[in-house]
């Protein structure tokens, strides 16, 4: 069973964001908790605040969205999955950089 949740929204002001981040705290505690307004559940259910963050442009953005991949992997499959993943992911992008070097490389002219 999952302990958090991700969610990617947008919103066109702060303070809408801050209500909004109120309003579904409350929601969710009520609904796990099946306390009601007015009967309260008696004490605190959130251990920590939300952890948010600002995504900044598309390059961020799939960032982001890899990284919920690569979590869902790890919830489904196993969490040493992920850990496969991103070795897979680095000896990947080593490739590509070494590739990115021959091309720049200018092929040496020996003239006779």
């Given at each position: ?19 909004f ?14 306390a ?9 259910f ?19 969205v ?47």
């Amino acid at each position: 069973m999952s302990n958090h949740a991700h969610l990617i929204v947008r919103f066109a002001s702060r303070a809408m964001f801050q209500k909004f981040l109120r309003t579904i705290t409350g929601l969710i505690a009520r609904h796990v908790t099946g306390a009601r307004k007015g009967r309260a559940f008696g004490k605190r259910f959130f251990d920590e605040l939300a952890f948010t963050r600002v995504v900044k442009g598309f390059r961020d953005l799939r960032g982001l969205v890899a990284y919920l991949a690569k979590n869902e992997i790890e919830r489904d499959v196993h969490p040493l999955a992920r850990v496969a993943i991103e070795r897979e992911e680095a000896e990947a992008r080593k490739l590509r950089q070494r590739q990115a070097r021959r091309l720049k490389r200018k092929p040496s002219i020996n003239l006779v």
